[in-house]
């Protein structure tokens, strides 16, 4: 039997608002956030070397994001910035969704963790990729610890 997705190609944090998440056997994390009624949100990017947040400062890194209805009815919109920590979702049902890409080279030397802040009620879910150790989910490491 192939092994499925989860373990093999990404792991997950569903409830990954203002949370660590450790990048240190992965290659990446993708930030799925979602805020529903067209309120609009703002997400604040931050990298830390460990778990408790020791250094904690922000990772100016995101040139772009996607956005969409979040229901399944459109397809994901590309929108470039200048290079931030944060990105503004605006008050539009057509920017409920949100996905932000961080890469693991993007870090400071020394800084493994990141977390994505939502300032308004916005779901954050946390995908890491490209995982160093494939395995079965119920052996995946828990991703907010060193």
Known sequence: ???KAL???FN???AADNVWINLQDAGGVSFLCFLTGGAGDTYT??????ASGTGAKALACI???YTNTGNGSDAWTKRTQAVANTVVAAAA???NAVAIEVLGVSLDDGFQFVRLAST???AVNAIT???AVQRAPENLPAMATA
Do not use: I
Request: proline share 4%; glycine share 12%.
């Open 1 to 3: 039997m192939a092994q």
């Open 7 to 9: 373990g093999r190609l």
């Open 12 to 14: 997950s944090s569903p």
């Open 45 to 50: 990017l931050t990298q830390a070397q460990d």
């Open 63 to 65: 040139t772009e994001y």
């Open 93 to 95: 049902a057509t920017q």
């Open 120 to 122: 308004g009620a916005g």
């Open 129 to 131: 990729s490209d995982l």
